[in-house]
């Protein structure tokens, strides 16, 4: 199995456009760039799949070779699991719509907001032939990986506030048929449920929640209102403690807010590979 973190950031990236907390004028001054969270993913090495879309898939794409088409049109891309119906993981399937056929897979829930209240659906429709699938459990991807999905929270995006449905935020765990290898993607995660401990239980790599480190970060760095909690994001001091319970599985940090100062070898920057080529 390969996993690639094209982007490592939570919504806005780092640094944020018009942001200039510490860590924001820090990455300017010292060219960091971190983009917004999508992962790519093979069983095999030649058929690869998104782990959300994010806004700034087109450069994350070109950026890595194994993404190149073969022949004169193509892509090694056969499909995007998409974990929430947030902006920073979907708008990324609009710079897709060159695609000749994708498979998407989602939950009914996220399928409807983004054929209703962001009607991304329907518009793309005119543009390609997106197919639009559920995100079964388990699912079998080409290349010979397998999926499980556990819905891990309820908080839907801005835009959707209305919105029916309860599989809003799924965490995914992948693993390789032929070696069993696994892998648990879980970049937005609001709590550590027995039902997840079960879900990463025995799993070799974990990429988590690491959009904050403690639940006051936001304010604390920007003036700006919100606390992690409210978010729906478990802040890294909670899940640290929780991950260790898990000594044979190897924890790291994805989806990082702007705000979030951690450089540590367990923070994921884009372009790391979690499993060796
Ligand atoms: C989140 O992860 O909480 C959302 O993506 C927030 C956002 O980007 O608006
Ligand atoms: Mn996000
Ligand atoms: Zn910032």
Avoid at 242 to 260: E, K, Q, V
Wanted: aromatic content about 6%; charged content about 20%; proline content about 6%.
């Amino acid at each position: 199995m390969r996993v690639r973190v094209l982007g490592s950031a939570a919504g806005g990236g780092c640094p944020q456009w018009n942001c200039a907390c510490a860590v924001c004028a820090d990455a300017r001054r010292t060219g960091r760039n971190r983009t917004q969270d999508t992962v790519a993913v093979s069983g095999d090495g030649s058929a690869w799949y998104l782990l959300n879309a994010g806004p700034d898939i087109r450069a994350q794409i070109l950026g890595m070779p194994e993404l190149t088409p073969a022949g004169r049109r193509g892509t090694p891309l056969r499909g995007v699991l998409l974990t929430t119906a947030e902006l920073d993981h979907t708008l990324g399937l609009l710079s897709l719509r060159e695609a000749a056929r994708l498979s998407v897979h989602a939950t009914a829930t996220v399928t409807a907001a983004l054929s209703a209240a962001f009607p991304l659906r329907p518009m793309l429709a005119r543009y390609t032939d997106l197919d639009w699938r559920d995100l079964t459990d388990p699912l079998e991807l080409d290349g010979g990986l397998t999926v499980r999905r556990l819905t891990v929270g309820t908080k839907r995006p801005k835009y959707a506030v209305d919105a029916p449905g309860d599989d809003w935020v799924s965490a995914l765990r992948l693993t390789d048929d032929r070696t069993g290898a696994s892998f648990v993607y879980a970049t937005c995660l609001p709590e550590w449920t027995g039902a997840f401990d079960t879900f990463v239980a025995g799993a070799d790599e974990v990429l988590l929640d690491g959009t904050f480190v403690t639940d006051d970060e936001l304010t604390r760095a920007t003036g700006r209102p919100g606390r992690a909690a409210s978010m729906g994001h478990l802040p890294m001091a909670d899940s640290r403690p929780r991950a260790g319970g898990h000594p044979g599985t190897r924890f790291r940090y994805g989806h990082l807010n702007n705000t979030n100062p951690s450089t540590g070898a367990d923070v994921v920057v884009d372009g790391a590979e979690l499993f060796g080529p």
